[in-house]
């Protein structure tokens, strides 16, 4: 059966988040929001590893819908986050004569998602788009929330716009087709969940490990669910990141930097993973959580698969990448700590020394 979480902003609902283990709802979700009597223009997004797999499936899905249906697949991978890509996918809604009252969907990851939803928000000042998240990273946060965006030169998601979508629907029997290094990196965002919000969360997590990398149905579905629930939470409370909402950044400071300094070899949730166990060391340090909390961390991102440590970087390196990041303020990175575990804070008050600390404790 469906689950559906509305999503709200100021007392306003804006967009529900679909929980299903196939497409069989979705015709009924266009029509609650579309109807069934104009046609429309539909462009489904998606990449070269998923349109294989989905991309007719879905077009099938929506023959119900009273719609003329293209696609646009662009090369898979992070390497094609920018706006190069964009372009060449106005180009394609200009020539197929898209306007206001059509729709892109983003069938596929974060990157997809980012970008798709990044072209909505800017095509003709902005046209409905719909999340399909086919990646565990993205069902559980990137698809939902409204942040899109892209990479521009060597700064990651330092141009993009705060542009809500219409839906997000997860097929969850998506994730079967997912490669283990995926789910892996999924699994940073969600331990990350935990962490910054609900302690008893994490130590479920803790305790379902084998049925989670079993992927057995009804723990993978309440597994997202709730992760759904604490960023949609999050984002219902500050759309636009100008308090809470940046406590989701836990573990990206260092680890975006990570990522960039290994051109996007490493997975996004990988380098989160360790950029998490980074800003608990730093806790730790701080006098935060102790010594028993952080090796549960660390032995819990172990567990699901994670590499905690990476090698063959330059510490300061790392740390002089951070400082390009968009989370800083002034002259200040915008770091993200533990109170305890399920209670995050933000500060500004880190030096680069102790910084430096933990970065060299996560590189080894």
């Not at 998923?50 to 390497?79: I, W």
């Not at 809500?164 to 079967?176: A, H, I, R, T």
């Not at 965002?189 to 962490?195: A, D, R, S, W």
Request: hydrophobic share 40%; proline share 1%.
């Amino acid at each position: 059966m469906a689950k559906t979480l509305p999503v709200t902003l100021n007392g306003f609902w804006i967009y529900d988040i679909m929980l299903e283990h196939d497409f069989h709802s979705f015709a009924a979700q266009w029509e609650k929001l579309y109807g069934n009597t104009t046609t429309r223009k539909v462009c489904i997004v998606s990449d070269t590893n998923v349109a294989p797999l989905y991309l007719e499936e879905l077009k099938q899905t929506l023959k119900d819908c009273n719609v003329t249906v293209f696609s646009h697949v662009f090369e898979a991978g992070e390497q094609s986050k920018n706006l190069d890509t964009v372009q060449k996918l106005y180009e394609d809604l200009i020539l197929n004569h898209f306007d206001r009252h059509d729709v892109l969907i983003a069938l596929g990851g974060g990157v997809v998602g980012d970008l798709t939803g990044f072209s909505a928000a800017t095509y003709l000042r902005g046209i409905d788009f719909i999340q399909v998240p086919t990646s565990l990273l993205s069902q559980v946060d990137s698809s939902i929330g409204g942040k899109t965006g892209v990479d521009f030169k060597q700064y990651k998601n330092m141009v993009g716009a705060f542009y809500m979508p219409k839906l997000v629907y997860m097929n969850l029997s998506m994730l079967n087709t997912l490669p283990k290094k995926q789910l892996i990196s999924g699994m940073g965002e969600i331990l990350k969940h935990g962490l910054i919000k609900d302690e008893s969360y994490f130590s479920w997590l803790k305790d379902h490990k084998s049925e989670i990398k079993d992927l057995s149905d009804d723990v993978i579905e309440k597994m997202v669910e709730r992760s759904c629930e604490i960023k949609r939470a999050v984002v219902e409370r500050d759309a636009k990141e100008q308090g809470e909402r940046a406590l989701l950044n836990f573990g990206h400071t260092i680890g975006h930097a990570i990522e960039k300094l290994s051109d996007f070899s490493l997975y996004h949730g990988e380098c989160v993973g360790v950029g998490c166990i980074a800003a608990s060391y730093l806790s730790m340090k701080c006098g935060y959580i102790n010594e028993h909390d952080f090796q549960s961390i660390e032995q819990a991102f172990r567990d699901f698969g994670f590499a905690t440590r990476v090698h063959g970087y330059d510490a300061k390196e790392i740390l002089a990448t951070t400082k390009s990041d968009k989370k800083m303020v002034g002259s200040k990175i915008n770091f993200v700590l533990l109170q305890k575990i399920g209670n995050a804070f933000l500060t500004k008050e880190l030096t680069d020394e102790q910084i430096l600390s933990a970065i060299e404790y996560v590189i080894e």
